[in-house]
């Protein structure tokens, strides 16, 4: 009668939206205040006063009509070059409108760019790296290709490249990069993009056909100290970024984000076009005409990072010293430790009797660790402390 596969990813709950919900259920029993939850990435930094301001500024100086009318299915032609002129001031690129197209964030841009490039024939593989946003293994199986996972590198969470080039294969497609990285938080470095992009080369040139990197960065702005993340277009020309405003701009409802295809990817207008009639399968009408105009007019307002990364090293202190071993955050909202048992899953149950809510890494594909998202109040963050302290010294 119905989808079996739809119906499944329909009823059964994320392993992340399960323990939120539990933590719902929690705090109702002890109190919000003595519930520790680490589960889900939204953002707790309100959106910049100029984001409100801009919308209450353009309802009143836009014709209704106009406001919420359809724009095409790209995205209005002046929001576009505004953003491409913001992306060339930033990253010394070259790109126009034309090589814009706006989408309902960054999900709805990573399907549109899996629908595109997933062949008629079938038999086509798209790769991640774990840990990896498990949202991806849906969207990719849900265009009719299949995910293929390359294990993690715990040693610093850049990539294993020895397995990654093992499980390249003629139906490889596209190779998802996701930097800042959810959930380690890692940024991968220029080493690691160079040799990423040295590798695919060779590879496409054996192959006969053009590998391409799609660049998943809804985290570039939210990166700590010196750290900087390589602007992958710049190192490999096959590539294609996702991009939304929803951590940027704390917008994630919104749902407002593009996808860039630049001039020199294989075949522009062949892959242009493909992406274009993937959004108009998926439905994808045209994204929101309001937040178009929002965010061309706040592109250049910088993200407020500094409450991100005062938790992110209060957080990371806090494990180290209760004994914890775990990466140093450089980007995104999320610390990825090692968990005290092998299995993850037990440890992340044992976590609940303190009130701790946490994520399982096998969730990202990388058992033995689990995720906090730090995203949340500091006084949250301080009083839960002590409660990892306890958790820890049960395993000492």
């Known amino acids: 009668m119905v989808s079996e596969k739809m119906y499944e990813l329909g009823t059964k709950k994320s392993t992340i939206r399960t323990i939120f ?5 929690r705090a109702a029993e002890v109190g919000e205040e003595n519930v520790y939850d680490f589960s889900i990435g939204n953002p707790n930094v309100p959106a910049p006063e100029k984001v ?14 106009a406001l919420h009318g359809y724009t095409v299915a790209p995205g209005d032609p002046a929001v576009r070059e505004t953003i491409a002129g913001s992306i060339n001031r930033r990253f010394g690129t070259s790109f126009t409108g034309r090589n814009l197209f706006m989408t309902s964030g960054a999900a709805a841009a990573l399907t549109i760019c899996f629908k595109a490039l997933t062949e008629d024939n079938g038999n086509c593989e798209f790769i991640a790296f774990a840990p990896y946003f498990p949202e991806y293994k849906c969207f990719v199986e849900a265009m009719g290709a299949e995910l293929k996972v390359v294990p993690a590198n715990t040693a610093d969470f850049q990539i294993q490249f020895e397995k990654f080039q093992e499980m390249l294969s003629p139906s490889t497609k596209a190779v998802i990069v996701n930097s800042p990285n959810n959930p380690s938080g890692v940024v991968y470095s220029e080493e690691t993009i160079m040799r990423l992009a040295k590798i695919l080369e060779a590879k496409s040139k054996e192959f006969g056909h053009p590998i391409f990197i799609i660049s998943d960065e809804p985290y570039r702005e939210l990166v700590y100290g010196d750290i900087t993340v390589p602007y992958i277009p710049k190192y490999y020309k096959d590539t294609l970024v996702c991009y939304s405003w929803s951590k940027s701009l704390s917008l994630p409802g919104e749902r407002i984000g593009y996808i860039v295809v630049p001039d020199e990817v294989a075949d522009f207008g062949k892959v242009y076009g493909s992406i274009a009639g993937a959004a108009r399968v998926l439905t994808h009408v045209n994204a929101s005409s309001l937040f178009q105009r929002v965010v061309a007019r706040c592109v250049d307002e910088p993200s407020n990072i500094a409450a991100y990364e005062r938790n992110g090293n209060l957080l990371y202190n806090g494990l180290v010293e209760a004994g914890f071993t775990c990466q140093k955050p450089q980007g995104a909202f999320y610390l990825f430790p090692k968990a005290l048992e092998e299995d993850d899953y037990a440890f992340c149950e044992r976590a609940k009797k303190y009130n701790l809510l946490l994520v399982p890494g096998a969730d990202f594909g990388c058992p033995g660790y689990f995720r906090v998202a730090y995203c949340i109040k500091q006084e949250t963050i301080e009083r839960s402390l002590p409660a990892f302290k306890k958790l820890a010294e049960e395993y000492i």
């Open 21 to 25: 919900e539990f933590g719902r259920k």
């Open 52 to 65: 409100n301001q801009t919308i209450m500024d353009i309802l009143k100086e836009m014709d209704s009509c």
